[in-house]
């Protein structure tokens, strides 16, 4: 089936310090979702990209989807504290569930430090 | 307000003793799903339902069962847990499969050990 990996797993930056996450899939993805979840909290919607090379911006994040639509970033510029959590991407899986699976990256742990 | 509920949030069993985690949806939405979180493995899907009666299988549905008998509730069963089965459950659930559509709801979470 499907996979979709992250890098990197964990990341410690003093706050102040851009952040990026990458998500790559072994499949051509329709479309990618990013979700962040707050330690001892549930994943909660980011937004989410359709188009090739789309880039798409909320403030101090800035999501990215791949020319190819098999990987795709998420940057933040000036990590704050609130910035603190897991970030997961997550796409379709066509290969075994017909576009109605969702396979759900590893995600990354980001760690802010005053 | 629009949320996903699950019940109980907190659970600790012994193998083999049937239970059943409840998760229930306000939003009149279509599609329904449950994920297992493990450290280091990100979420992984268990079963998805389209909708009334249609369930699927997702990445790891052994040793778990579904049912969507109404719109809103889709509950987890394991019949005979075993202690690999311990872990935090998620629900989730969306409007449906169309564009603009996907986002994914998620409930508070159920901490399960399975002694």
């Known amino acids: 089936g499907q996979q979709v990996m992250q890098i990197p797993q964990y990341q410690h930056v003093q706050e102040g310090e851009d952040f990026t996450t990458y998500c790559n899939s072994s499949?051509?993805?329709?479309?990618i979702q990013w979700y962040k979840q707050r330690p001892g909290g549930h994943p909660v919607f980011l937004i989410q990209?359709?188009?090739?090379?789309e880039v798409k911006k909320q403030k101090r994040l800035t999501f990215q989807f791949g020319e190819a639509k098999k990987n795709s970033s998420l940057h933040i510029t000036a990590t704050q504290t609130t910035d603190v959590g897991t970030y997961f991407c997550?796409?379709?899986?066509?290969?075994?569930?017909?576009?109605?699976?969702?396979?759900f990256g590893t995600g990354t742990q980001l760690k802010v430090e005053l | 307000e629009a949320q996903v509920t699950q019940n109980p949030r907190y659970l600790i069993t012994v193998t083999g003793k049937k239970l059943t985690v409840t998760c229930s949806q306000n939003?009149?939405?279509?599609?329904m799903s449950w994920y297992r979180q493990d450290p280091g493995l990100g979420l992984r899907q268990i079963y998805y339902?389209?909708?009334?009666?249609?369930?699927d299988k997702g990445d790891v549905p052994e040793g778990y069962k579904v049912s969507r008998k109404e719109k809103r509730n889709f509950p987890l069963i394991l019949e005979s847990p075993s202690p690999n089965q311990t872990s935090l459950y998620f629900c989730?659930?969306?409007?449906?499969?169309?564009?603009?559509?996907?986002?994914?709801?998620f409930g508070p979470g159920t901490r399960l050990t399975v002694l």
């Open positions: 989730a659930s969306s409007l449906g499969r169309n564009r603009g559509r996907r986002e994914q709801f």
């Open positions: 499949t051509t993805l329709s479309n």
């Open positions: 990209l359709v188009k090739s090379g």
């Open positions: 997550a796409g379709p899986d066509r290969v075994t569930g017909g576009g109605n699976k969702l396979t």
């Open positions: 939003m009149n939405h279509e599609y």
């Open positions: 339902s389209m909708n009334v009666e249609v369930t």
